[in-house]
């Protein structure tokens, strides 16, 4: 399967925004999905990923209550929902998808699309 991120933009501090991971080749509840980020001149950092029978999720501290996961099997998409943005959310966002049984670990992930860009202004 292969995932493509897009719906990056310029906001606000404090305002929302919805990305979304769509995939092509493949089925993408039969995947566990991540989402990682990366600033420039910074390593990229592994932020949530969501198991693929959807019961399970992971964030981690530096988004937890502020990102949300979702998926539409319909659209065969996977969402990333980020509010309440800061400064320091600006980065490029990449979504990966894995079988492994460890897809809570950044380290499960290998294959990222082009990314979106997301950039927040104070």
């Known amino acids: 399967v292969q995932l493509q991120a897009s719906g990056g933009g310029l906001v606000q501090a404090g305002e929302s925004l919805r990305l979304s991971c769509a995939a092509s080749?493949?089925?993408?509840?039969?995947?566990?999905v991540g989402w990682f980020r990366q600033a420039p001149g910074k390593e990229r950092e592994f932020v949530g990923a969501?198991?693929?029978?959807?019961?399970?999720?992971y964030s981690s501290d530096s988004v937890k209550g502020r990102f949300t996961i979702s998926r539409d099997n319909a659209k065969n998409t996977v969402y990333l929902q980020v509010n309440s943005l800061k400064p320091e959310d600006t980065a490029r966002y990449y979504c990966?998808?894995?079988?492994?049984?460890?897809?809570?670990?950044?380290?499960?992930?290998?294959?990222w699309g082009q990314g979106t860009q997301l950039t927040v202004s104070s």
């Open positions: 990966a998808a894995t079988v492994r049984t460890d897809w809570y670990r950044g380290m499960a992930y290998n294959s």
């Open positions: 080749g493949g089925t993408v509840r039969s995947y566990h």
């Open positions: 969501v198991s693929r029978s959807f019961a399970s999720t």
